[in-house]
């Protein structure tokens, strides 16, 4: 069952999809960033958040994203990967330590 994020805010600008994939355990994000480049990025994942970053000149536009429900978080595996213009995340998701 895949599941997908609702439309964006005005406060975050670039178009972002997130969808969870159940039967691979992995939670994947594109975000369409363009026109910044790879060094305007951040991009730093906790155990269940996602923080995202683009600077925009002086300005800096975020979104943090907590998708998981309360029995997942994230795994090792993870991987970001910036081309064109879009900013694709894939982090494996686990049953959360307690």
Not at 41 to 65: M, N, W, Y
Request: hydrophobic share 35%; proline share 9%; no cysteine.
């Amino acid at each position: 069952m895949s599941s997908t994020s609702p439309p964006e805010t005005a406060s975050f600008p670039y178009p972002t999809q997130v969808v969870y994939d159940g039967p691979t355990h992995r939670l994947r994000v594109t975000v369409d960033v363009a026109p910044a480049t790879v060094d305007d990025l951040t991009v730093e994942a906790g155990s269940r958040r996602i923080r995202i970053a683009v600077a925009r000149g002086d300005d800096v536009a975020e979104r943090t994203v907590t998708p998981l429900p309360r029995d997942l978080e994230f795994g090792d595996d993870r991987e970001a990967v910036y081309n064109n213009g879009v900013l694709s995340l894939s982090l494996e998701t686990v049953p959360r330590r307690r």
